[in-house]
Nanobody, 121 residues
Framework: QVQLVESGGGLVQAGGSLRLPCSAS????????MGWFRQAPGKEREFVAS????????YSADSVKGRFTISRDNAKNTIYLQMNSLKPEDTAVYYC??????????????WGQGTQVTVSS
């Protein structure tokens, strides 16, 4: 069973950038499709982006397309979410997720504890 740990969250001004890493253990990491979700206060958890186990395919929510990029480094057992042009509405707890298989998906089985991202206006 894979374990996931997110980091890299913090406070940033609108228009700024952050990169969130998510480290995995208990793999093999390369057997898992990976993704990012977020949950803002008072709202349901929402899908942000996902990536296949090879990294060859990605899929992003319309709300972040052109601003956020998901990537992975299988040698480091880590995925990343590069977030640019951040907006106050991107404020949320960001969660890393995993599911066995080589596909792009919005459904996941394993979850990290989350990292807080706060964007000030």
């Amino acid at each position: 069973q894979v374990q996931l740990v997110e980091s890299g969250g913090g406070l940033v001004q609108a228009g700024g950038s952050l990169r969130l890493p998510c480290s995995a253990s208990g793999g093999p990491f390369s057997n898992y499709a990976m993704g990012w979700f977020r949950q803002a206060p008072g709202k349901e958890r929402e899908f942000v982006a996902s990536i296949s186990w090879s990294g060859g395919s990605t899929y992003s929510a319309d709300s972040v397309k052109g601003r956020f990029t998901i990537s992975r480094d299988n040698a480091k057992n880590t995925i990343y979410l590069q977030m640019n042009s951040l907006k106050p509405e991107d404020t949320a707890v960001y969660y890393c997720a995993a599911r066995r298989g080589n596909y792009v998906t919005t459904k996941f089985d394993y979850w990290g504890q989350g990292t807080q991202v706060t964007v000030s206006s």
